[in-house]
Nanobody, 118 residues
């Protein structure tokens, strides 16, 4: 089992920045991808960004150039730096940890609210 604890959400004005953190604990060796998804009211959960153990990254088109995902392996923590935030970025952001080779190994954080006011 892997436990994920998120922090860093909040309320920010459009154009502002926030940084999310997600600390993993437990069976860390079983996962090789960490990332962030988000879910806005009435919409499906969608990928925001993910980073593999080799530091390869993948971003949703809607956040490219504005968001940056990074990880600190020594702290088992993944970060999401969000700049130039827009009202449409408002959502609950969920941390995910998974194993790309074993589909059953998927773990989710509890979610953190990000609200961007116009």
């Amino acid at each position: 089992q892997v436990q994920l604890v998120e922090s860093g959400g909040g309320l920010v004005q459009a154009g502002g920045s926030l940084k999310l953190s997600c600390a993993a604990s437990g069976s860390i060796s079983s996962i090789n991808v960490m990332g962030w998804y988000r879910q806005a009211p009435g919409k499906q959960r969608e990928l925001v960004a993910e980073i593999r153990s080799g530091f390869n990254t993948n971003y949703a088109d809607s956040v490219k150039g504005r968001f940056t995902i990074s990880r600190d392996n020594a702290k088992n923590t993944v970060y999401l730096q969000m700049n130039s935030l827009k009202p449409e970025d408002t959502a609950v952001y969920y941390c995910i940890a998974r194993n790309v080779y074993r589909g059953s190994y998927v773990y989710w954080g509890q979610g953190t609210q990000v609200t961007v006011s116009s």
